[in-house]
Nanobody, 127 residues
């Protein structure tokens, strides 16, 4: 199974920015779409953003829309999450995940069907 490795987490003040990266362990990695999820202490994991490899179609949770940007670099099998104007409520462990097949066409299909997960990277936003 291909490993997904997240990096870029850390401690930042409110209003600051971080850029997370998610790299696949081998270049022949084939997936249909990639997603970012997060889990705060005592809370359930929640969807953040997703992107389809072909065409770069994106989808965001309302809570991050306008502040976070997901992008991909196909040649490197890497997905990024640029996080701007961070808030204390963005504090969580952030996970990337791969979706092997369609659909990626409606709300639920953007954040379901992910089967390959990274180990997570901690993001802490201080007030």
């Amino acid at each position: 199974q291909v490993q997904l490795v997240e990096s870029g987490g850390g401690l930042v003040q409110a209003g600051g920015s971080l850029r997370l990266s998610c790299a696949a362990s081998r270049r022949t990695f084939n997936s249909y779409a990639m997603g970012w999820f997060r889990q705060a202490p005592g809370k359930e994991r929640e969807f953040v953003a997703a992107i389809r490899w072909i065409g770069g179609i994106t989808y965001y949770a309302d809570s991050v829309k306008g502040r976070f940007t997901i992008s991909r670099e196909n040649a490197k099998s890497t997905v990024y999450l640029q996080m701007n104007n961070l808030r204390p409520e963005d504090t969580a462990v952030y996970y990337c995940a791969a979706k092997d097949s369609p659909p990626f066409t409606s709300a639920s299909s953007y954040y379901t069907g992910y089967k390959n997960w990274g180990q997570g990277t901690q993001v802490t936003v201080s007030s």
